[in-house]
């Protein structure tokens, strides 16, 4: 029985099935699990950005990319990723497409990745090599640019 105390009726599930082809809504469970893995990967690259400052602050480099660099950073997230800013940025950008659950944000961090990789890391990593000759050639050997 209903709250107004009558006789509900049953419903045929031609309805919920009709809608469901209209607009499909993703179960709630699994909307929350995407929500919260990306909001997981998303916390992860927030960290990881915080402790590379930090780190590049306290080695005694700037980190603004449009100052001079006056040393390489060894400690921190440099030990394995020579890039960890731009890592970063571009787990960031995956969190946020797994959390919004679109394909859009994930299709944008690949040319992202691109631009990145080509139209910065690279240059950086020539201003780099000319103005730490093989002090930045021992770092690169031993650090990958990624992962």
């Given at each position: 029985?209903s ?37 997981l ?35 921190g ?25 679109t ?14 990789r ?30």
């Amino acid at each position: 029985m209903s709250l107004s105390g009558r006789r509900s009726r049953g419903h045929s599930p031609c309805l919920p099935l009709a809608l469901n082809w209209l607009m499909p809504l993703p179960i709630v469970a699994a909307a929350m699990l995407a929500g919260w893995l990306g909001a997981l990967v998303f916390a992860f690259a927030l960290a990881l950005l915080v402790w590379a400052i930090a780190a590049m602050t306290r080695g005694g480099s700037n980190v603004p990319t449009n100052r001079p660099t006056t040393t390489i950073v060894h400690g921190g997230p440099y030990r394995f990723t020579r890039n960890p800013i731009y890592l970063a940025m571009a787990l960031g950008l995956i969190g946020l497409a797994i959390a919004f659950n679109t394909l859009w944000l994930l299709l944008v961090s690949v040319p992202f990745g691109l631009v990145i990789r080509y139209g910065v890391v690279a240059r950086e990593e020539a201003y780099l090599e000319r103005k730490f000759g093989d002090a930045y050639r021992c770092y690169r050997s031993r650090v990958r640019r990624w992962l």
